[in-house]
């Protein structure tokens, strides 16, 4: 592999930190190392997961043509996937990125209805505009076909799309999930910059849900990464919530903002705003958990030890914000939000929620 941008290896950082959540969002490890290799170079990396994202396209327009519609549904899915890796983390090009971004929601909103279960577009009224997301109910669960539901907030560069593999962990135990991108992030970065005043994002969505055929009205909220961090934020105020997953989040970007790696630096100076690198570490600094109240509800908050982005140390301020019922698991062997050991995290969330 020949990575020689002047960046000194952005490629190769860029799948250093996040290989192990391309596999495991549904692109399997040969053909992750086949693009990657086919990028060879950092400037090359979106063109080539979007040459894949085409091919992939092309296989689902093949299946529905013929009736393959399971067939279809996956194929359009993993296209979505290509699309969205290809736009992950590349802000070299922005008009690459929004092109490769648009590129994937249009062809998710084929998968979406072919799902097992389907997907259901859901847009949200906020702030003078719309966010957008999914919202599946389980094929199974109580008798009155009425389910508690899990919201699942993504991170800082992650988006709705990217969530299947895993909604599936809380649809084979009879919850309903809603996957959606909030201010700042995938659709809702055209809305306005990331901002840590998520309780108003929150009450939106919960309003707009609100009576939704197959729901119980109880919920709870997931947030993976940066999320975790959002979703601690929100919940503070949210009366009615019953739990709260922080999955490898934060309690205080500042505290580390200076050690963050440059690889991820470029993203916050994407999703943050600013005009300078300065006025993106302002934003970042207010990003804190401290002097809010805890959420009002038990708390899971999980971490890898071997995490490089957010350190432990900062996550390990979040343990007790859940009360006597709250938990805090750190796993020693866990990269940047654990995906190396998925096998451990996403069926422990699934169960605890």
């Known amino acids: 592999m020949n990575d020689t941008n002047k960046e000194g290896g952005r490629l190769s950082q860029v799948v250093g930190h996040w290989l192990a959540r391309i596999q495991v969002a549904g692109i399997s490890h040969g053909d992750a190392l086949r693009v990657i290799a086919d990028a060879g170079e950092w400037e090359n990396w979106c063109a080539a997961w979007?040459?894949?994202?085409?091919?992939?396209?092309?296989?689902?327009?093949?299946?529905?043509?013929?009736?393959?519609?399971?067939?279809?549904?996956?194929?359009?899915?993993?296209?979505?996937?290509f699309f969205h890796f290809g736009q992950f983390m590349f802000f070299d090009d922005l008009d690459q990125k929004w092109a490769a971004a648009a590129r994937k929601v249009e062809v998710f909103a084929q998968a979406a209805p072919l799902l097992d279960p389907?997907?259901?577009?859901?847009?949200?009224?906020?702030?003078?505009?719309?966010?957008?997301?999914?919202?599946?109910?389980p094929g199974h669960g109580p008798a009155d076909g009425s389910a508690p539901l899990a919201i699942l907030i993504p991170g800082s560069d992650s988006t709705k799309e990217e969530f299947p593999s895993l909604e599936a962990h809380f649809l084979r135990r009879g919850l309903a999930t809603f996957s959606f991108d909030g201010p700042g992030q995938g659709e809702g970065r055209r809305l306005a910059p990331l901002t840590p005043d998520w309780g108003p994002v929150l009450e939106?969505?919960?309003?707009?849900?609100?009576?939704?055929?197959?729901?119980?009205?109880?919920?709870?909220?997931?947030?993976?990464?940066?999320?975790?961090?959002?979703?601690?934020?929100?919940?503070?105020?949210?009366?009615?919530?019953?739990?709260?997953?922080?999955?490898?989040?934060?309690?205080?970007?500042?505290?580390?903002?200076?050690?963050?790696?440059?690889?991820?630096?470029?993203?916050?100076?994407?999703?943050?705003?600013?005009?300078?690198?300065?006025?993106?570490?302002?934003?970042?600094?207010?990003?804190?958990?401290?002097?809010?109240?805890?959420?009002?509800?038990?708390?899971?908050?999980?971490?890898?030890?071997?995490?490089r982005i957010f350190p432990l140390s900062d996550a390990e301020k979040i343990a007790g914000l859940g009360g006597d019922d709250g938990e805090f698991v750190a796993y020693a062997d866990g990269n940047h939000v654990c995906n190396n050991i998925a096998y451990k995290y996403r069926p422990l969330i699934a169960d605890w929620m």
């Not at 689902?60 to 194929?75: F, M, N, P, Y």
């Not at 389907?118 to 109910?137: K, M, S, T």
Request: glycine share 16%; aromatic share 8%; net charge negative.
């Open 204 to 307: 939106a969505v919960l309003a707009r849900l609100e009576g939704a055929q197959g729901l119980n009205g109880r919920f709870g909220v997931m947030g993976m990464a940066f999320g975790g961090h959002l979703a601690l934020q929100a919940a503070a105020g949210l009366a009615d919530i019953e739990a709260v997953v922080c999955m490898n989040g934060f309690y205080d970007l500042g505290a580390f903002w200076d050690q963050l790696p440059e690889v991820y630096r470029a993203n916050m100076g994407f999703t943050l705003g600013g005009d300078n690198p300065d006025e993106t570490g302002k934003r970042a600094r207010g990003f804190s958990l401290q002097g809010l109240a805890p959420p009002p509800c038990p708390v899971l908050a999980i971490h890898g030890g071997l995490d």
């Open 118 to 137: 389907p997907a259901e577009a859901i847009v949200v009224p906020f702030d003078g505009g719309e966010l957008r997301g999914y919202l599946r109910r």
């Open 50 to 81: 979007c040459a894949e994202g085409e091919r992939h396209a092309g296989m689902a327009q093949d299946a529905k043509s013929q009736g393959r519609l399971v067939t279809a549904g996956e194929a359009y899915g993993r296209a979505a996937l």
